[in-house]
């Protein structure tokens, strides 16, 4: 009996602790473009999220690894000036502190300190949005062995 309660327990903090993620569910509550995965990476669940009309925060776990996701409607950040700057312009030099990583779809600056911590900290815009550079996309994540930039592909 007492090894069925400390079982019972455990599957009821287990189930308490996580929440089920359904990226349409976080869109209709925020009202400005977001950049959410359309699935978790294996192992992945969502742990908290917190989702306003000009804001959202999500943050996934699997163990000790995380993935963070903040974005904000409107200007929001210095790099993110700094980021628009570069976009416009081809030969515009940035703060050597980022380095600029792109994917099929996007362009951003990751924090080259933090890299080296194995974290990866990223503010970015999509390609298509032309020169524009109107909301604040962030993604940090300590992600392991699983590859950054795929995550960052699956973001729709």
């Not at 359904?22 to 742990?47: G, Y």
């Not at 515009?92 to 933090?114: A, H, M, P, R, W």
Request: charged share 25%; net charge negative.
């Amino acid at each position: 009996m007492k090894k069925f309660l400390v079982l019972l327990s455990f599957f009821l903090l287990v189930s308490c602790n996580s929440q089920s993620y359904d990226h349409n569910e976080v869109r209709e509550k925020a009202s400005f473009k977001l950049w959410l995965p359309k699935s978790l990476p294996d192992t992945f669940q969502l742990e908290k999220s917190n989702v306003e009309d000009d804001s959202v925060f999500v943050r996934f776990v699997s163990g000790d690894k995380w993935i963070e996701m903040y974005q904000h409607e409107g200007n929001y950040s210095s790099t993110q000036t700094e980021l628009k700057k570069y976009i416009e312009s081809s030969d515009y030099s940035f703060d050597n502190e980022y380095e600029v990583f792109e994917t099929t779809e996007f362009i951003g600056f990751l924090n080259k300190s933090l890299l080296g911590l194995g974290i990866s900290d990223y503010i970015f815009a999509n390609k298509d949005g032309g020169n524009k550079v109107e909301n604040y996309y962030k993604v940090n994540a300590n992600l392991g062995d699983y590859s950054f930039d795929a995550f960052i592909e699956s973001l729709n």
